[in-house]
């Protein structure tokens, strides 16, 4: 008998109500039937899934070993903890949220340093001066000697970061950083600078699948379950409603209004009433919406659409495809 799919959720903090949210707007409820405590969770409605909540970086090392078949974490941790990622995981789709930039931060005191190019220069002649290589304190091992090493930087050493690595250089136990952000707020604060061409990743969450989990035919059929909800989900955000009916509606206006404003006429053309549903995305409504009552319509409605559900799941074919490659 096939195991449950499990799915790894961050268990604290902004990821993981962004990541609650976002289940429950394609939905499905992420619920702790033994208590808000519980590490163990399940998708209302859908027994065959199980919740596990995880730290971020957890969540990452079980998709890595195989532990969980899907899992919600920051690319940044993937690529920091699984050097040989796309041979491990199977990227299935970017979120929205979870923001976030790894990248090479300097003191504000170093003027004349603004690119990495200018930190190369630096660092050699750090290292002739005083005998020993600049210090780069950071908890992103490999991305930093994977990033510096595709620039041909080499006069430096890493100091592994256990806390805050911002407070390093102030602390003079590193000479510059290697960290994450999101606003440059922590790094402004503590006096120091991204360097201009420094950024190593642009990270963000992402629904990701281990390749070393076990798949059978029921964790397949949840996993094509529950992406078919994110699929229609995503497909709705992407549209509003757009409904109308006068007897100008006709097929070479409805032409027009595809070829401008980028609609999809999901049933069809007019209907001999002359009524007609249309799908917009939403920076074109109004336009529309001008278009429409220039040739004669009185009366237009809008609204916004739960789930498109369409014959192909492009998220599942990535999942299918990953595997088997």
């Avoid at 409820?29 to 970086?57: C, F, H, N, T, W």
């Avoid at 070829?259 to 006429?265: I, K, L, P, T």
Wanted: hydrophobic residues 45%; aromatic residues 6%; negative net charge.
């Amino acid at each position: 008998m096939s195991a449950p799919l499990i799915l790894g959720v961050p268990a604290k903090g902004r990821l993981q109500e962004n990541t609650e949210r976002f289940f429950a707007l394609a939905g499905m409820q992420l619920v702790k039937p033994r208590g808000a405590r519980d590490y163990r969770g399940e998708v209302a409605g859908m027994p065959d899934i199980e919740v596990a909540y995880l730290s971020a970086s957890e969540i990452a090392d079980a998709l890595k070993q195989g532990g969980i078949h899907l899992g919600v974490t920051g690319e940044d941790l993937l690529r920091e903890n699984i050097p040989d990622m796309d041979k491990r995981v199977v990227m299935i789709e970017a979120l929205g949220f979870g923001f976030a930039n790894v990248v090479v931060a300097v003191p504000q005191a170093w003027i004349d340093v603004r690119s990495m190019a200018d930190l190369d220069d630096v660092a050699t002649a750090f290292r002739l001066r005083h005998d020993r290589k600049m210090r780069v304190a950071t908890k992103y091992i490999n991305l930093t000697r994977d990033f510096f090493s595709h620039l041909g930087i080499v006069d430096y050493r890493i100091v592994e970061s256990s806390g805050a690595t911002e407070g390093a250089p102030a602390a003079g136990s590193a000479e510059l950083i290697v960290d994450i952000t999101t606003t440059g707020t922590t790094l402004a604060a503590n006096s120091l600078k991204v360097i201009e061409d420094g950024t190593i990743l642009r990270s963000q969450a992402n629904l990701v699948a281990s390749r070393g989990a076990s798949w059978g035919e029921t964790e397949r059929e949840q996993a094509r379950r529950m992406l078919d909800r994110i699929a229609a989900q995503a497909r709705a955000r992407a549209f509003r409603e757009v409904r109308t009916r006068f007897s100008g509606c006709d097929d070479a206006m409805l032409s027009q209004a595809q070829e401008r404003f980028g609609v999809v006429a999901p049933f069809g053309g007019p209907t001999s009433s002359g009524m007609l549903t249309l799908h917009c995305p939403p920076k074109a409504v109004y336009d529309l919406a001008c278009f429409l009552r220039e040739r004669g319509a009185q009366s237009i409605t809008v609204a916004e659409i739960e789930y498109v559900f369409a014959q192909d799941n492009p998220l599942y074919a990535r999942l299918v495809d990953g595997l088997s490659g």
